[in-house]
């Protein structure tokens, strides 16, 4: 079983559930005994903050075999388990709290679940875990590693920009961030409207498409069609026209090259047309690095005060009350690895006006956007354009609110860190990025396993 949660996608798993060679409840199971092995001993990962009360969560996973035995399906990911980033609001009565990584909120409670969330268990999902925001490639991270060693094929977080791709390619992971605005973002703690919104990872393509389309429908009870990304997959790279930044000027380290190049020669080899190098515009131009320091800094003291209306607490209600928390509880919130706050006092004492903000989201839409990806992949008729994902990309995506997603391409010979390639394109073309994730799934090798896993 042990093999089989590390390598099977939430496709596969459901192939047996469908066979009757798995039940959720056998599932859930020996998803715990994972974290339990990996989290509480052994690497100790620390991914998870929480897990429900395994008698409630046994009882979930029960009632939906019934379900299943009796003929109703909820969907392609009924009975599979899922990890949920610990931002991300989940009702009490699932057995979590939902802690932001803070001590500040740790007997606060929200008053009900996330949009996204309720999506998820009117799907047929499992909520097993809450995700910790430790963030040595992004605030991701827990829920890379989780997806990773098995906790559960799938999770969703969010990204403002670079904390969902980065730990997604570190982990061997599928990662994308949608379009921005394409998420309902009710009951989630974000810093900026502008630049968050709720993505997913996976162990396969097709199981990133049917999460995507989940969390890109406007709410519960949303009759909508459920964007069907898998009609736009290919086996090859026929009819994609590709740009390749430079990878000295966009952080490639020296020993990822190599892949570097053969990637591009490959999907050469295999109908792709690239274009290299393509000069796209970089964070540290034309002022869209100062624009996005604005909107970081302006933004988060508004869209912090409406999420905390989400939650039961009296004493939290602001931003200013969370950095007195902190400056408090400094023996708890400011770890001599970490012994500061100084983002959330950026936010608190910035000096920028409502006409700088709108100043500053105007140089991104011209300078990123019109004058930047927009012009290059017009001039070049791109499709997408790729990169390192170990680079400021990231950056240029959220700068202009397009989709973003990362792809597994090796492992690190000095350590055995996997890495990857990001790709990005313009605004509401989410499903060009489905084009480039099923070629490449289809063309490339399986990802590799990180190999602290195997031991």
């Not at 009350?321 to 004492?349: R, T, V």
Request: proline fraction near 7%; include cysteine.
């Amino acid at each position: 079983m042990k093999e089989l949660l590390l390598t099977a996608s939430a496709g596969e798993l459901q192939a047996l559930l469908r066979s009757g060679d798995l039940t959720s409840v056998q599932l859930v199971k020996a998803c715990l005994g994972q974290i339990a092995q990996y989290g509480q001993s052994g690497p100790n990962l620390r991914a998870i903050v929480s897990t429900p009360p395994e008698k409630d969560v046994l009882s979930i996973a029960e009632r939906l075999d019934k379900e299943r035995a009796a003929g109703k399906v909820r969907g392609p990911f009924h009975g599979i388990p899922i990890i949920v980033k610990d931002s991300i609001n989940t009702d009490p009565s699932l057995g979590m709290p939902t802690t932001l990584g803070s001590y500040a909120f740790e007997k606060s409670r929200p008053k009900s679940n996330s949009a996204v969330v309720q999506i998820l268990l009117d799907k047929g999902l499992i909520i097993l875990g809450k995700a910790s925001l430790t963030a040595p490639g992004g605030s991701s991270s827990g829920s890379a590693v989780g997806v990773s060693a098995g906790y559960s094929p799938v999770s969703i977080r969010t990204e403002a920009h670079d904390s969902l791709c980065t730990p997604a390619s570190r982990a061997a992971l599928y990662g994308m961030k949608p379009t921005v605005g394409s998420t309902p973002m009710d009951g989630i703690f974000v810093i900026s409207t502008t630049f968050d919104t709720v993505g997913a990872m996976a162990k396969s393509v097709d199981d990133l498409a049917t999460l995507i389309g989940y969390v890109q429908q406007k709410g519960p009870g949303d009759d909508s069609p459920i964007p069907n990304y898998s009609d736009v997959f290919q086996k090859d790279w026929s009819g994609l026209r590709l740009g390749f930044v430079d990878p000295d000027k966009w952080w490639l380290p020296p020993v990822q090259k190599a892949s570097y190049e053969v990637t591009m020669k490959k999907i050469q080899s295999s109908g792709g047309e690239v274009i290299y190098p393509v000069e796209l515009v970089h964070p540290k131009q034309n002022g869209i690095g100062a624009a996005m320091d604005t909107i970081f800094d302006y933004g988060p003291r508004g869209v912090v005060a409406k999420y905390l209306e989400t939650r039961d607490d009296s004493s939290m209600k602001t931003l200013e009350d969370i950095a007195k928390f902190n400056i408090d509880h400094a023996d708890l919130e400011l770890p001599e690895d970490y012994p500061n706050q100084n983002a959330i006092l950026d936010a608190l004492n910035h000096k920028f006006t409502r006409a700088d903000y709108e100043a500053a989201k105007a140089t991104l839409q011209r300078e990123a956007l019109e004058n930047g990806v927009q012009r290059l992949m017009k001039e070049n008729r791109l499709d997408a354009i790729i990169g390192p994902t170990d680079g400021p990309l990231a950056s240029i995506s959220a700068a202009i609110g397009g989709p973003i997603a990362t792809m597994p391409l090796g492992l690190l010979n000095l350590h055995g860190r996997p890495f990857g390639l990001s790709v990005i394109t313009l605004p509401n073309r989410d499903g060009v990025l489905f084009k480039v994730l099923s070629a490449w799934e289809a063309t490339f090798p399986k990802r590799a396993l990180p190999p602290l896993l195997l031991k």
